[in-house]
């Protein structure tokens, strides 16, 4: 069975007294079973549930809140286990949408192809629908005298909709409650300061999934100031970055720049993401988009050499850093970058000198030492090459020495004994090497 989404018009004011006095009327007509879907974002459900509760004082009211995931998707066990200790004539039911398939949802929404979600395997979402479709009756025969009412944002209703059809069709009502703006202004404000892209890589994907989805439904609801969403889609695009999620996160940031063209923090950041992708000419573009409205962000340039080194476009890398240290004289790592482009068309000289540059600034500067090795050794200078390989390896010992296995810029002094000797020496502790 297919069934289309609710066409919820996005162009038409709600009422909200409207929308909650046909649910309370509703409530209070239905005799024994009945299912009640509102649609309202997770900000609305305190007042919501105040307020039936204010307004139904001859029923008794109880709330189910599933802060997490239902075990095995099983709802039905859930709620039993629930009004097994707390008898309700009306039970309202919130955070479904934390069963849901993590931020696939959101995925979908922000304009995935075909082909890409259906790589996806949708079946991790289908315990908590199936439950559903298959204790339709359990439901209807264990609590013929109880009123459920579920609480769920629209991508969660959506998805219900889609997946659990033969449960949604027994609906005895559906509402709509918009949230006030003053309450999403407070909480869109409340989501840009709880992180940023470093603490988001912290955090457990759980943690990054819920606030993808905690941000999908502020930017689903009614009355959001449109200065809001641009913020809200950057937010939600660091976070899907956080997780690697690189497609949904040019989605994410598109949202932003297509709302405030003048975002070049969204700008930059789609670059990045290009970048990861292999997108390199595009991810230029972005950048240049970005330094178009911000001359001086440091960060474009730095990451648009990078991006023009992996084309090989090696002069106009070295034009783009020194651009960057034009701003930052003392950025070390662009000028070990430069060095590595000045290697690479084989001015060894002047990359040597940018490394030296580079260390002067930071004297542990690993990477460049790795590279002025490399350098030395193509020049033939097997001393000096020797002893700046072994001042990087000292610094960070597993990555170089490995690299220096197999690295063909130590093609001229690899059959030295010393060179061997450096390979099988224990010395220092590693880290991560990175151009």
């Not at 069975?1 to 007509?29: F, H, K, N, S, V």
């Not at 297509?258 to 970048?275: C, F, R, T, Y």
């Not at 990861?276 to 970005?290: K, N, P, V, W």
Request: hydrophobic share 40%; with cysteine.
């Amino acid at each position: 069975m297919t069934m289309d989404l609710l066409q919820w018009d996005d162009d038409l004011e709600i009422d909200p007294a409207a929308e909650y006095q046909a649910l309370l009327t509703g409530l209070q007509r239905t005799q024994g079973f009945g299912l009640f879907f509102v649609q309202c974002s997770p900000f609305s459900c305190e007042p919501l549930i105040a307020q039936l509760t204010a307004d139904l004082p001859q029923n008794t009211l109880t709330v189910l809140s599933l802060t997490e995931p239902v075990p095995h998707g099983n709802v039905f066990k859930a709620i039993q286990a629930h009004l097994a200790a707390h008898s309700a004539e009306v039970l309202v039911v919130r955070g479904l949408e934390n069963s849901l398939p993590e931020a696939k949802e959101t995925a979908k929404r922000l304009g995935w192809s075909a082909e890409k979600l259906e790589k996806l395997n949708w079946q991790e979402a289908a315990p908590l629908f199936n439950n559903f479709n298959q204790q339709r009756e359990n439901f209807r025969d264990t609590f013929p005298h109880t009123r459920f009412v579920f609480l769920l944002p629209q991508y969660a209703l959506d998805a219900l909709i889609h997946r659990a059809p033969d449960f949604f069709d027994w609906r005895s009502g559906v509402a709509q409650i918009a949230d006030d703006t003053a309450t999403l202004a407070w909480e869109s404000l409340r989501i840009q300061l709880g992180g940023d892209y470093d603490q988001y890589l912290n955090w457990t994907q759980e943690q990054r999934n819920r606030r993808i989805l905690e941000i999908q439904s502020l930017l689903e609801a009614k009355n959001l100031e449109t200065s809001e969403k641009a913020s809200l889609h950057f937010e939600q695009g660091n976070l899907f970055a956080a997780s690697s999620e690189w497609e949904a996160a040019i989605a994410a940031y598109d949202a932003a720049i297509s709302i405030k063209p003048d975002k070049h923090e969204a700008l930059h950041n789609k670059g990045v993401a290009l970048g990861h992708l292999g997108r390199y000419e595009e991810s230029i573009a972005t950048f240049d988009a970005a330094l178009a409205i911000k001359p001086d962000k440091h960060s474009a340039l730095f990451n648009k050499g990078i991006a023009l080194g992996h084309l090989g476009r090696y002069e106009d890398e070295i034009a783009t850093y020194d651009a960057v240290l034009a701003i930052k004289p003392g950025d070390h790592e662009a000028l070990n970058n430069k060095g590595y482009a000045l290697d690479e068309l084989g001015r060894y000289e002047d990359a040597i000198a940018a490394y030296d540059a580079a260390l002067a600034i930071k004297p542990d500067c690993h990477e460049a030492l790795y590279n002025k090795a490399c350098c030395y050794s193509l020049k033939g200078e097997t001393d000096l090459a020797l002893e700046n390989l072994q001042e990087a390896i000292e610094l960070a010992l597993e990555k170089y020495r490995e690299m220096a296995k197999t690295d063909t810029d130590f093609d001229p002094i690899r059959n030295d004994p010393r060179f061997q000797a450096l390979l099988r020496e224990n010395c220092g502790s590693g880290t991560d090497f990175a151009r």
